[in-house]
């Protein structure tokens, strides 16, 4: 039977709900003040998501949902419908917006259910202050449903504005493997983008064998276009299946310095997409959009 309970991380203070199931070794831990992002992951017995300390998640943004922007925006600055706006900076050293708005924000917990099967939890972020950057409220709802091999995250976001906006979605989780080097990752794509020295998006080249695709050492912060939302990560302890929903589909691979975790990032848009517009999307007053991506043990 599935287990929901909130506890507090004694190294940080921090509070987090742990979803467990300690008969067939499964486990989330999904930290509420941390933009209610899913720090640790275990799908039967194997550890899939853990701890990337000592790095702090001020520097990873680890397993944050990014909204209302993916990657980076240039300078922070861009227009929509005639009008300029500016996020702050927070990524200094490359003058960029980096990752949205809602990854350090705490998210209320709102619906919990378990039963012998799974166990499932809600929790909400209500904006209701613009800023500068980003003059528009909305609400972000994060579904977290655990299985014995799967973990679905659905995210809904409301525009509880009178204007339309302009957004990305992307999810920012690590994932641990004992050995990279022999880790690969298969997903289909014949095109990657370029950047410039500070990140940004220039335009995009051909590629091939992403059909087994290899980490080994290598320093990684590319961004492929993809034809199927299909992803599979291949390492010698596990194996899953990423996939998405989403019409407008870009795969972000990152390697931080603690070389046992890649950076696995599903997005619906890339680097200055609030420029380039590449996969940006709108949303009207009222409406609300859909997401959910999905993981599977192999």
């Given at each position: 039977?599935?287990?929901?309970?909130?506890?507090?991380?004694n190294?940080?203070?921090?509070?987090?709900?742990?979803?467990?199931?300690?008969?067939?070794?499964?486990?989330?831990?999904?930290y509420?003040?941390?933009?209610?992002s899913?720090?640790?992951?275990?799908?039967?017995?194997?550890?899939i998501?853990?701890?990337?300390?000592?790095?702090?998640y001020?520097?990873?943004?680890?397993?944050s949902?990014?909204?209302?922007?993916?990657n980076?925006?240039?300078?922070?600055?861009?227009?929509f419908?005639?009008?300029?706006?500016?996020?702050?900076?927070?990524e200094p050293?490359?003058?960029n917006?980096?990752?949205?708005?809602?990854?350090n924000?705490t998210?209320k917990?709102i619906?919990?259910?378990?039963?012998?099967?799974?166990?499932?939890?809600?929790?909400?972020?209500v904006?209701?202050?613009?800023?500068?950057?980003?003059?528009?409220?909305?609400?972000?709802q994060l579904?977290?449903?655990l299985t014995?091999?799967?973990l679905?995250l659905?995210?809904?976001?409301?525009?509880t504005?009178?204007?339309?906006?302009?957004?990305?979605?992307?999810?920012?989780?690590?994932?641990?493997?004992a050995?990279l080097?022999?880790?690969?990752?298969?997903?289909?794509?014949?095109k990657q983008?370029?950047f410039?020295?500070?990140?940004?998006?220039?335009?995009?080249?051909?590629?091939s064998g992403?059909?087994?695709?290899?980490?080994?050492?290598?320093y990684l912060?590319?961004c492929?276009l993809l034809?199927?939302?299909?992803i599979?990560?291949?390492t010698?302890?596990?194996?899953?299946?990423?996939?998405?929903s989403s019409?407008?589909?870009?795969?972000?691979?990152?390697?931080p310095?603690?070389?046992?975790?890649?950076?696995?990032?599903?997005?619906?848009?890339?680097?200055?997409?609030f420029?380039?517009?590449?996969?940006?999307?709108t949303?009207k007053?009222?409406?609300?959009?859909?997401?959910n991506w999905?993981?599977?043990?192999?």
């Amino acid at each position: 039977m599935y287990t929901i309970n909130l506890k507090t991380d004694n190294s940080n203070g921090l509070e987090y709900i742990e979803i467990e199931n300690t008969s067939i070794q499964t486990s989330a831990k999904i930290y509420t003040s941390l933009g209610a992002s899913l720090q640790a992951l275990t799908l039967n017995g194997k550890q899939i998501i853990t701890a990337l300390d000592p790095l702090p998640y001020s520097d990873t943004y680890a397993s944050s949902i990014l909204f209302p922007f993916a990657n980076r925006i240039d300078k922070g600055a861009y227009s929509f419908e005639g009008k300029t706006f500016q996020f702050p900076i927070n990524e200094p050293g490359n003058n960029n917006a980096l990752h949205g708005l809602v990854f350090n924000k705490t998210f209320k917990l709102i619906k919990q259910v378990t039963d012998e099967h799974q166990a499932a939890i809600t929790l909400e972020y209500v904006e209701e202050n613009v800023s500068k950057g980003f003059p528009y409220t909305f609400t972000i709802q994060l579904e977290y449903v655990l299985t014995a091999n799967s973990l679905d995250l659905n995210v809904s976001v409301k525009n509880t504005d009178s204007k339309t906006f302009p957004f990305t979605l992307g999810w920012h989780p690590y994932f641990e493997s004992a050995n990279l080097f022999d880790s690969t990752l298969k997903f289909d794509s014949n095109k990657q983008l370029t950047f410039n020295d500070r990140c940004i998006t220039t335009g995009t080249k051909d590629v091939s064998g992403t059909e087994r695709f290899e980490i080994k050492d290598k320093y990684l912060d590319d961004c492929f276009l993809l034809n199927h939302n299909n992803i599979t990560f291949n390492t010698p302890e596990y194996s899953f299946v990423m996939s998405s929903s989403s019409k407008e589909s870009f795969l972000q691979i990152y390697t931080p310095p603690k070389k046992t975790h890649v950076a696995i990032e599903p997005t619906t848009g890339v680097s200055n997409s609030f420029n380039n517009v590449m996969g940006l999307q709108t949303l009207k007053p009222n409406e609300t959009y859909h997401l959910n991506w999905n993981i599977k043990l192999q």
